[in-house]
């Protein structure tokens, strides 16, 4: 295990947070390129995440389908295919941690981000209906499959197929991964926490449904998640905007701290954004392009098995991911932990001292924190820390220093005596050891969004926070669908259609593993592979974007949904 966290280490160093450095920040080449590429897109497009909105709406409504255009699903369901793959934990945890980091600015560089993105998604998936091809073996026959692995090999010519299969690995691999265990654990993880449901049943559970679905290919995937990425979406937003009229008053003075911390920010939560515009920015701009996945490569394989003979036409379909999925759910959960006053509010919370969420950190001269690795047991009177100074490590809870701590989880008890953090225990002054600690900490990720949902409907009752349990339910199952697609098309064009139904099964099978154990390294190995993978895609549609600018205006000048 240690030489696996090792090799991922070393590949984060390379491909995740290698970049310049800007005022004492790090501007990783990954983020550079995923926005240079959108901002490239969108000057060569003319901004055409505004002027063909509106159209590709209606082409996604099936205003203008043919039931005898090539492909295998409906504009609409290879929208909600792909939607269903996007819209999911991000949108939950992604924006509170965005928030918790940058403080409330980030949700504006989010915003900032999904706009460039949706010319990127556009483009690829406008050049994966271009270069897709048709199936000629076994039950596939007819079916047809597309991807950045075609337009890689087929748009850029054959001496660029290495760079093709690449793609096509690592995406599989991904989507085995994020795609896949990950959601699983997710849910697994919840419904223990909030019903005590063992995770082995709930993995079960899952695996049964997403096998279901995805032996039936990508014709039953798409009906499926046409009903359930509009139902989960409906349920999630719906809860939000109950919260958002009640508060109705708060909206204005939100938004306008959004605005404002976002060119002038004070401070995240976890205290690195004090007076730091880049960190504000970043983080916005990291849990932007993750949430949306613009770039990625994902997406283009759902979108190009649409029924069209235009490929603009689901370009313009495409443009509307980024939108759902960031300018609208991103956007009710930032509203949501901001109006509720829960991104900077504490918690009461049991402090597990031998990992966790635990950390330790050291309050600096101007307001902010920096990360300690103690060699010295910590002291504490009276629950608080003896030592405060700049070097002084304290303990943290989500990189917040826990102000008081107690033994009794009523915190009417305050703690007196040592903190070992190499052995991970507490020992009191009369000689008793503890391996945990009570106090009031912050939240992050999905239950600072639960405890927003909690608090914002609070006057209606205690059931809140279920619609964020119901949500990752739903997220990570869709999640999990689509992803399986992505997954058998990689494997389909690196192996052919004899790989498709063993793919599936190792898919069911890691669904199942992926729930019942624990997956930090996983999730490190899958942010990783989702991060290579980004790179031969976004060189591709550098290369290929005046192709996708010729087509585009080709489309808008003949108007043949004219004829439909």
């Known amino acids: 295990m240690e030489f696996i966290q090792s090799i991922t280490d070393f590949l984060t160093r390379i491909f995740v947070t290698a970049g310049i450095s800007v005022g004492g920040e790090n501007i990783p080449f990954m983020v550079i390129l995923l926005l240079g ?196 979406a409906i349920v999630y937003v719906l809860g939000a905007l109950i919260v958002i009229v009640m508060n109705v008053g708060d909206v204005g003075p939100t938004f306008a701290l959004i605005f404002r911390e976002a060119f002038n920010p004070t401070a995240g939560v976890a205290g690195t954004g004090v007076g730091a515009f880049l960190v504000t920015l970043m983080w916005g701009v990291r849990r932007g392009l993750f949430s949306n996945e613009a770039g990625q490569g994902s997406a283009p394989i759902a979108h190009s098995a649409a029924k069209t003979d235009e490929p603009v036409s689901e370009g313009v ?12 759910i991103c956007t009710m959960t930032g509203l949501l932990v901001i109006m509720t006053g829960v991104w900077n509010d504490r918690f009461e919370t049991e402090i597990t001292l031998s990992g966790g969420d635990l950390s330790y950190r050291a309050v600096q001269v101007d307001g902010g924190y920096e990360d300690m690795s103690p060699d010295a047991p910590i002291r504490i009177d ?116 004899k790989a498709v139904i063993p793919y599936k099964v190792i898919f069911v099978m890691l669904h199942f593993v992926g729930a019942v154990l624990p997956l930090s390294v996983i999730w490190d190995i899958g942010d990783v592979f989702l991060s290579i993978v980004i790179w031969p895609n976004l060189i591709a549609l550098g290369i290929l974007a005046p192709q996708v600018v010729a087509m585009t205006r080709d489309y808008f000048e003949r108007k043949p949904w004219r004829d439909k």
């Open 317 to 328: 379909v495409a443009l509307l991911e980024p939108f759902i999925d960031t300018i609208i």
């Open 37 to 232: 590429i959108g901002v490239y897109l969108t000057l060569r497009l003319g901004f055409i995440q505004v002027t063909r909105l509106r159209h590709g709406a209606a082409v996604a409504s099936g205003k203008y389908d043919d039931p005898d255009d090539e492909g295998d699903v409906t504009h609409f369901q290879a929208l909600t295919t792909a939607l269903s793959a996007t819209v999911g934990i991000g949108n939950i945890a992604g924006v509170a941690l965005a928030i918790h980091w940058g403080g409330p600015g980030a949700l504006f560089w989010m915003w900032v981000t999904a706009a460039v993105g949706m010319a990127t998604k556009y483009s690829e998936v406008t050049l994966a209906q271009k270069y897709r091809v048709r199936e000629h073996e076994g039950e596939w026959a007819g079916t047809v499959s597309g991807g950045p692995m075609y337009y890689i090999e087929r748009g850029l010519g054959p001496n660029w197929k290495w760079m093709a299969i690449a793609f096509a690995f690592l995406l599989g691999i991904t989507a085995f991964l994020t795609g896949n265990g990950i959601q699983a654990n997710t849910v697994a993880d919840n419904l223990e926490t909030q019903f005590s449901i063992p995770t082995w049943v709930s993995g079960l559970v899952t695996s049964g449904v997403v096998a279901a679905v995805i032996l039936g290919g990508i014709s039953r995937i798409g009906k499926v998640t046409s009903v359930l990425a509009p139902v989960m």
């Open 382 to 497: 009276g629950g608080a820390h003896v030592a405060t100074g700049p070097d002084d490590p304290q303990v943290s809870w989500h990189e917040v220093p826990v102000l008081t701590l107690y033994v009794d989880e009523a915190q009417t008890q305050p703690f007196s005596g040592v903190i070992d953090p190499a052995s991970g225990t507490a020992t009191g002054e009369d000689g008793q050891t503890y391996t945990s600690l009570h106090g009031m900490a912050v939240e992050s990720g999905a239950p600072l969004t639960m405890s927003a949902f909690r608090r914002g409907l609070s006057p209606l009752g205690d059931w809140g926070h279920y619609i964020v349990v119901l949500s990752v339910l739903l997220f990570a199952i869709s999640t999990a669908i689509a992803w399986s697609y992505y997954g058998d098309r990689c494997a389909n064009y690196l192996f052919g259609a």
